[in-house]
């Protein structure tokens, strides 16, 4: 089998997992998102693999981001297999779009309030009781995060967003004892899970300085985990459940480009091998 791995370059995450392809038979090759073209009758220049895995989006305009996911439809559309599903990826990618659809799923997500502008922002800050965090629409690893506990820095913070004209994505912030879990999740299987505590922060990502233990989750943590993923069609996902104070999880996100730097050591899971095992010719 012959697969793509869909890429800015040639990072950790892609040498991983064209070592594992080699390792079991296959050729998979990094190819830049950017260099990739199509055309009419039905071609385009990834028609010569068999699979394609979709490692990360680069930065680019509206028009290059959408003609790249028309890309990834048309493939799927021949036939090829696809990682993740193109339209699991469009909903993943927007936080709000992804909790829409857990939160249509009955799944219990995070109070959430979306605005544009900073006075409906500084209404939702009041709503959500004063202590929210503002984060990114796109956004992963828990980059670009902020939490807000101060009526005259939200006011900055959302005058500032505004003039940036970014969507303004606001939560309640969750009171948790410092740590989460991951659950990866793939083809309708938790093949591994991590409880991640926080390193001096509220934010509990190993790549904000986190660390990582291995866990086997309960049948209830494991049917929120799966019914997730399902929600937004993911077949490979990441699946973030943070604890309430009043007891359970609320699902914080689902990454349908989730990293394993920190998962594969931490569970003993090759990852890589097993999402290369998940890709049989269609």
Not at 35 to 63: F, H, K, Q, W
Not at 78 to 85: F, K
Not at 121 to 140: H, W
Request: proline content about 6%.
């Amino acid at each position: 089998m012959k697969i793509a791995i869909l890429s800015s370059g040639s990072g950790w995450h892609v040498r991983d997992l064209v070592r594992a392809a080699d390792a079991l038979g296959h050729r998979a090759e990094p190819v830049d998102f950017r260099r990739v073209t199509a055309s009419l009758p039905n071609a385009t220049s990834l028609d010569a693999y068999d699979a394609v895995i979709v490692r990360t989006m680069p930065p680019g305009s509206l028009e290059q981001v959408v003609f790249r996911m028309d890309v990834l439809h048309q493939l799927e559309a021949a036939g090829r297999r696809v990682l993740n599903p193109p339209r699991a990826l469009e909903i993943c990618v927007d936080k709000y779009l992804a909790s829409a659809r857990l939160d249509a799923a009955g799944l219990p997500t995070p109070a959430t309030i979306v605005c544009q502008d900073a006075e409906s922002a500084m209404t939702a800050f009041e709503t959500l009781g004063g202590d929210i965090v503002v984060k990114p629409l796109f956004g992963s690893e828990g980059r670009g995060m902020v939490r807000v506990s101060d009526a005259e820095i939200a006011w900055r913070t959302f005058r500032t967003l505004e003039r940036l004209q970014t969507v303004l994505y606001v939560q309640k912030f969750i009171h948790h004892p410092g740590w989460d879990l991951r659950a990866f999740v793939l083809n309708g299987c938790v093949r591994g899970a991590m409880r991640r505590y926080a390193r001096k922060d509220w934010r509990t990502n190993v790549a904000q300085g986190g660390r990582a233990e291995k866990i086997t989750l309960t049948p209830e943590e494991e049917a929120l985990a799966l019914a997730a993923s399902k929600a937004v069609g993911t077949i490979a996902a990441g699946i973030d459940l943070l604890p309430r104070p009043e007891g359970g999880y609320v699902v914080l996100e689902v990454n349908a480009v989730p990293g394993w730097r920190s998962l594969a050591p931490t569970t003993g899971i090759d990852v890589a091998a097993e999402i290369v095992r998940s890709l049989p010719i269609k």
